[in-house]
């Protein structure tokens, strides 16, 4: 038979009809994002909405959304396209922000969500860190398309992305050391060196990744096999450094900085430089309203219900943690230097991006199936996801607009919004 019922669930195991509900769900997607676009609204919110109603209509239909398919298939490619679109030069001036928010203020978003849910929700330490661990990293795609209508600064733009893409990589490093700590054990300083070892090494592999692959590109001039190998360098970097123990995300990310930044300074490469981030918008806007649309089929909300008020004490913890490791910095950076190296207005939006996603989720439908508490702590971690994504991304294009006035003026905002 094509199809085997389990239960109230149906598993696929025809190769056809896997292909048939690929094509579907990229259908109903790209359908789904259409209309988001067409009535102004957020593209993720609408994407989670609209799973959520499916999986309220189809309950048999079990949706296979693992991490090995969400870390495996999805995540490089959007990594990799978000990354290949930053310049270096764009990149250098923000860097220093960047790194702050993406190692440092990782470290403390963890620490935040995992002693408030120790003191309000009752949790062992040590698994609360685990969640905040599985939140740490960013999913500001709401708020990146929000600021891409609105034609923000550029140097805003890479700020947030920027962020969003390393502290992938090292939220999911944190959150590897957090799940041995509970099994194994790990002291504090061998965790310090794995954690800053596992970084610098992910990150040496990711530039040796986009270098070859820029040699690669130049020693041809047929255009499919160049395109062909910036989707290799995306997946295969990801798959290099999985394979030693690495982040693949951290590698791969700084893989398509280098590719990119590398093809731009190259002499007659703007023209394929041009069709490698058309290439790469076409893949980033599938798997991008893939992986909301399959967000919303895998959190039901009805298994939310029991554990509301430690999702509710998390999420609460997530905005506050959020709050402290954006705005404290920048105050003492003002106090110290007397100036404003990170304008007040792009604090605002850079706070607002802190919603949670398609990361978090992988993470936490990767506990081990024995792990303690392991249920408890998936309900958490989706419950956090569902309410930033709701509630955060909704509210990104009033965010933006009010921090754009504040920060430029209300006559830039005009002609940014007549852009």
């Known amino acids: 038979m094509p199809g085997r019922l389990v239960g109230r669930e149906i598993r696929l195991t025809d190769p056809i009809l896997v292909v048939r509900g690929a094509v579907a769900l990229i259908a109903a ?3 789904v994002a259409a209309f988001a676009r067409r009535l102004s609204l957020p593209d993720s919110v609408v994407l989670v909405l609209a799973g959520l109603l499916g999986a309220s209509l189809f309950p048999e239909i079990a949706l296979a959304v693992t991490p090995g398919l969400v870390l495996g298939v999805f995540v490089p490619g959007l990594v990799f396209a978000a990354a290949y679109s930053i310049d270096w030069t764009d990149l250098r001036p923000v860097l220093g922000p960047i790194l702050a928010l993406a190692i440092p203020g990782v470290l403390a978003s963890a620490a935040v969500v995992g002693f408030a849910l120790h003191v309000g929700g009752g949790l062992p330490l040590e698994l609360a860190f685990v969640v905040g661990a599985i939140t740490a990293a960013t999913d500001p795609v709401a708020v990146v398309a929000t600021m ?5 600064p550029r140097g805003l733009r890479t ?14 490093v944190l959150f590897a050391l957090a799940v041995r700590n509970v099994e194994a054990g790990v002291g504090a300083a061998d965790a310090m060196v794995r954690f800053v070892g596992t970084i610098a090494v992910s990150g040496v ?8 692959a820029a040699r690669l590109v130049r020693s041809t001039e047929e255009r499919t096999i160049q395109l062909a190998v910036s989707l290799v360098t995306a997946y295969g970097t990801y798959q290099l450094a999985d394979v030693f123990g690495l982040s693949g995300i951290l590698a791969t990310v700084i893989a398509g900085v280098a590719l990119g930044s590398r093809m731009r300074r190259t002499a007659g490469s703007q ?7 058309d290439l790469w918008d076409v893949v980033a806007f599938i798997l991008t309203s893939l992986v909301f649309l399959l967000i919303g089929f895998a959190v039901r909300p009805s298994s939310l219900i029991g554990a509301g008020g430690a999702v509710a004490v998390a999420t609460g913890a997530v905005v506050v943690g959020r709050a ?4 404290l910095p920048a105050a003492a950076v003002r106090l110290w230097r007397r100036a404003q190296v990170v304008p007040r207005g792009w604090t605002h939006v850079i706070f607002w991006s802190g ?3 398609a990361i978090a989720l992988a993470a936490a439908l990767s506990l081990p199936a024995d792990f303690p508490e392991r249920e408890l702590l998936q309900q958490i971690s989706f419950g956090i996801v569902l309410v930033t994504l709701l509630v955060q991304g909704a509210g990104a ?5 009010w921090a754009l006035r504040g920060a430029e003026g209300p006559t830039a905002l005009r002609s940014a919004e007549r852009s």
């Open 29 to 31: 997607a790209t359908v």
């Open 148 to 152: 891409r209508r609105l034609d923000v």
């Open 159 to 172: 700020l947030v992305d920027g962020e969003s893409l390393l502290n992938d990589g090292t939220g999911l």
């Open 205 to 212: 592999v990711g530039v040796a990744g986009g270098l070859v």
């Open 271 to 277: 023209v394929l430089v041009r069709e490698i981030e």
């Open 324 to 327: 402290l490791i954006v705005y």
């Open 355 to 357: 919603l949670r996603g």
């Open 397 to 401: 294009p009033i965010v933006v607009r």
